[in-house]
């Protein structure tokens, strides 16, 4: 494993567990029967183990992009032409996309970065982290060196510094790369095993022929690059995208810095599976936002074990989970902090006869 | 069929279908691939065939309470003491239960009626509209008169009165009373035929003995009464509250005002069901919003035929997923306005090769 990446799985450290302990005692003491308002209550608990205290508000977010292109393309895979890519990412820049669009009403901010798109273009909006022009086709052998695998990874943690630097509470993970469902796929089925035909779906709106064809290709690129499980930096060198690999490292970093990191729908939910097989302790920092209308979602859901609290059918990508996934939060945060404690004097002596007594 | 009621349902139009057809013709003109934003995307589309046209901003919400005893609590069905009806009822008034805390983040009113509960009480915050003083036990006869049932959905439909003349853009629709969880079941099961093992769960949480009792206490009542599955009010009248008749009446109105209006959880949903088999247009003006952790939910969405966009594992009851799902019909209104075209220039002649030609 290099060195970049170690360093900051070494700073990781699992949650708090006396902080998730007293927001859960503190829920308990509401106004309402214990765990009734379930998953906003999970989240509740699991900030205060987060951040060491219980968390009332999440003023400042943030959703992080990494864009990047995807040499699987070549290999006729997606529905969309390349150039999506890059226009995708300077619309972000201009607030006229899906993810943009959700942050701006969530009260969230976009930090876009170029991580390997493939032309050259300058745009004041978006950082230059670029690793290379486009990975290779990964039907044909790697995506990319393991040096660029470690160099994206890098490009995540550079970008979980400037966030952290920024002031934000909180941070989603997004992406902008034509063929990365293929690679994200690709990723899937190497980490867990899963078959080609359960992770490899229509992406943004392929025909039934170009799904068979997509299927085949993946299932080629497999065979090819014969990417070792137990090493998920180099599944994604081999058959994952510099999107995948600098999101990964976002999860890593953001863990690191004991910053609450949302999940978006497929691509950003197995960059996160990555690098939760890179350390296990990275789940305790990770939401789910919404469960992505792509196939292989079931696979991915049971390789976490997580449960998405949204189900909306959503297949955009970009983050665009991200946004709604904060309101949620906003929600535990309001949930924790203004509702009133049981008032056994407001139910008299009845109360503690039939209830107390029932525990 | 009562006058009153049956001068509602008369006054029930299908949505704008045309209305709709532009809002999808405007979603798929986007930057994203058709139908990537899922059901925010239908929501924004159902929205527009309720009002008439696009819908840009839900700007005032309310969510409607209705609160009222049930006379099954002499059964020992319930996990709490009937006390907590008027507790709640009053500590809605004063911003401190879930449903307040989450309205008040989501910039959204409360309406609370007393429309049946026990005892007499004077609270400037809550709008008297009693029915009676509890309905009756209906292990052993029917819970109330049809006539009270008729009452209780005029009081669902003055309510709506009052939030249309205030302005309101979109309702939700709550409850509150101990003991309705099992006059909701046994609404469910004589709707539908669903077995009583099915529909009946623990509620705010009974213990396992408790559990089988109220299964027992339920079937017992639906027995002893034998409502019309055919007819809704009668199978409220005989086995349900006054709360879900007035909520049934609260989905009722506001489809005749064409207000879009969002259901909570198990009886909230119960209550729209029976609204939706007295006028099947109803559907149309029905937003969902979470699934509860009630056992009776998936017998319920079934018979609903409708999915809920969020699965939060909440018990509470109150109206508590309203807000949360008001959030979610704010993104959608921000989709639909603020998301711009697809710019076929930005991406050039290669975009028109590959997709357009695929479709």
Chains 1, 2 share one sequence.
Do not use: W
Not at 80 to 101: D, I, M, N, S
Not at 191 to 214: H, I, M, N, Q, Y
Not at 257 to 270: E, H, N, T
Not at 307 to 333: H, N, Y
Request: include cysteine.
């Amino acid at each position: 494993m290099n060195e970049a990446i170690l360093k900051v799985i070494s700073q990781i450290q699992p949650p708090d567990a006396q902080a998730s302990a007293r927001a859960q005692q503190k829920l308990d003491g509401l106004c309402k029967p214990p765990g009734s308002l379930g998953k906003l209550e999970e989240m509740a608990v699991k900030l205060a183990g987060i951040r060491g205290d219980i968390v009332t508000a999440l003023s400042r977010r943030c959703v992080l992009i990494a864009a990047a292109d995807n040499g699987i393309c070549q290999a006729g895979v997606a529905s969309a032409a390349q150039e999506f890519t890059l226009a995708q990412t300077l619309a972000f820049t201009r607030g006229e996309t899906g993810v943009a669009v959700l942050a701006k009403y969530a009260g969230a901010d976009l930090m876009v970065a170029d991580v390997g798109i493939l032309s050259d273009f300058d745009a004041p909006g978006v950082l230059n982290l670029k690793v290379a022009h486009g990975t290779k086709n990964f039907a044909e052998g790697p995506a990319m060196t393991r040096e660029q695998a470690v160099q994206a990874f890098c490009a995540g943690f550079s970008m979980v510094e400037r966030a952290a630097a920024a002031g934000y509470d909180v941070i989603g993970v997004g992406e902008m790369g034509i063929g990365n469902t293929s690679t994200a796929s690709a990723v899937l089925c190497a980490l867990t095993g899963c078959p080609v035909e359960d992770a490899v779906g229509r992406g943004a709106g392929l025909t039934e022929e170009k799904l068979a064809r997509k299927r085949n290709i993946i299932a080629q690129g497999l065979s090819c690059n014969r990417p070792d499980a137990s090493d998920p930096v180099d599944v994604i060198a081999k058959v994952g995208g510099f999107d995948i690999a600098a999101m990964a490292g976002i999860y890593l970093a953001a863990a690191a810095k004991r910053l609450p990191v949302v999940a978006d729908g497929f691509i950003s939910c197995v960059a996160a599976l990555a690098a939760i097989r890179l350390c296990p302790d990275v789940k305790g920092y990770v939401f789910l936002s919404h469960a992505s209308a792509e196939p292989g979602t079931a696979a991915l859901m049971r390789a976490l074990d997580m449960e998405p609290p949204l189900r909306l059918d959503m297949r955009l990508g970009e983050g665009s989970g991200c946004p709604v996934a904060f309101l949620l939060l906003d929600c535990a945060c309001a949930v924790i902090r203004d509702m009133a404690p049981l008032n056994l004097a407001d139910v008299g002596e009845e109360y503690t006869k039939t209830v107390l007594k029932q525990g």
